[in-house]
């Protein structure tokens, strides 16, 4: 099967599509996800194809569609629910950390609840508070979950299936401002390239600082990255890929083989997901560090108007700045 260029939202569409006809029990589930597509488009043409029984447009109540996912997850199927926007996800929050999370230790192993909770995240769209936020660390910080973020096409394509496939919950994270980012996609199933649903993977060598990422800031890194190469710096870029579990193996690969480490996220660097991140580079890396850990990210502020979020995001100018401050110790 020959690779196709396609946008993020398209690689998760053709993604879900892919899903749906391997396996009938396949389902998703949320507000204005079929006859209008979701409000960013992701599930369009899906309830024509596949019928209004297996994507289905929902009453306005995330408490409710996440309790009927669970409940429709122990009845064998495999739901997977979109939330509109990443700060609509606070009614379901009970749902998801209280029964989502603990149902399979709870019944000692003998319950799975294989279900995906997809959640646009992340700023730069101009838009006001609870449609711009990037609350992965509630979800990464309650065991039982897995936490996911894609970051281009290809892994949009390929992780939201393998979410999919999984017997555990999922929390996809979506990075909204980088839907309509075109590149290739390898199709093939075949393909021996293809990574695990948690590895992360180095996105550009360097052997002088390693960038952290994901999400929305690794192609934020990856300009940074360009830009500094102009002035003589190479940094590696590491997409994490994975938020919980971690791939703590290729963490700590990079970061040893440059000796200086940043973690960059759009979320509020207090007890972001950089905080965990840096403590365990500093715990079992601290031999190899030439300079701290450092982190990039938002303010511990609730997120800002749209005409402020430029100066709210970590961008090339505050990332560069730190990557000079490590560089100089």
């Known amino acids: 099967m020959a690779a196709q260029k396609m946008t993020l939202a398209k690689g ?3 993604g879900l599509r892919a899903a749906m006809e391997a396996d009938p029990k396949v ?3 949320g507000e204005d996800v079929g006859k ?3 409000v960013f488009r992701i599930t369009e043409g899906l309830q024509k194809d596949f019928g209004e029984d297996r994507v289905v447009d929902t009453p306005l109540a995330e408490s409710g569609i996440v309790g009927t996912a669970i409940g429709l997850a122990m009845r064998g199927y495999r739901p997977v629910v979109e939330i509109q926007f990443d700060g609509f996800i606070y009614p379901a929050f009970d749902q998801i950390v209280s029964q989502l999370a603990k149902m399979h230790a709870r019944s000692r192993g003998a319950l799975r609840l294989p279900i995906v909770i997809r959640v646009p995240f992340g700023g730069g769209i101009g838009a006001v508070e609870h449609h711009s936020e990037s609350n992965e660390a509630y979800f990464a910080h ?3 979950l897995r936490v996911v973020a ?3 096409p290809a892994d949009a394509y390929w992780m939201i299936q393998q979410a999919i496939s999984s017997d555990d919950p999922v929390i996809f994270y979506e990075p909204k401002r980088r839907y309509h980012e075109r590149a290739e996609v390898d199709l093939d199933p075949q393909s021996g390239s293809r990574l695990g649903l948690h590895d992360a993977r180095v996105v550009r060598d360097g052997t ?9 800031t690794v192609k934020t890194c990856l300009q940074v990255a360009d830009a500094a190469a102009q002035e003589g710096i190479s940094l590696q870029v590491v997409d994490l890929r994975s938020l919980s579990p971690l791939d703590t193996e290729t963490i700590d ?3 040893k083989s440059t000796g200086r480490a940043i973690v960059v996220h759009e979320a509020s660097t207090f007890l972001g997901l950089g905080s965990e991140i840096a403590a365990h580079i ?5 031999h190899h560090l030439e300079a701290p850990v450092l982190r990039v990210g938002g303010y511990n502020i609730p997120y800002p108007p749209s005409r402020f979020e430029e100066e709210f995001l970590p961008g090339l100018d505050r990332i560069l700045e730190a990557v000079d401050r490590s560089l100089a110790y």
């Open 27 to 29: 389902l998703l589930m």
């Open 208 to 216: 002088q600082l390693t960038l952290l990422a994901y999400g929305p």
């Open 142 to 144: 309650t065991a039982g």
């Open 150 to 152: 894609c970051s281009d």
């Open 282 to 286: 500093q715990e079992e890396c601290f």
């Open 36 to 38: 209008l597509g979701g």
């Open 12 to 14: 998760i569409n053709a």
């Open 253 to 255: 690969r990079a970061v």
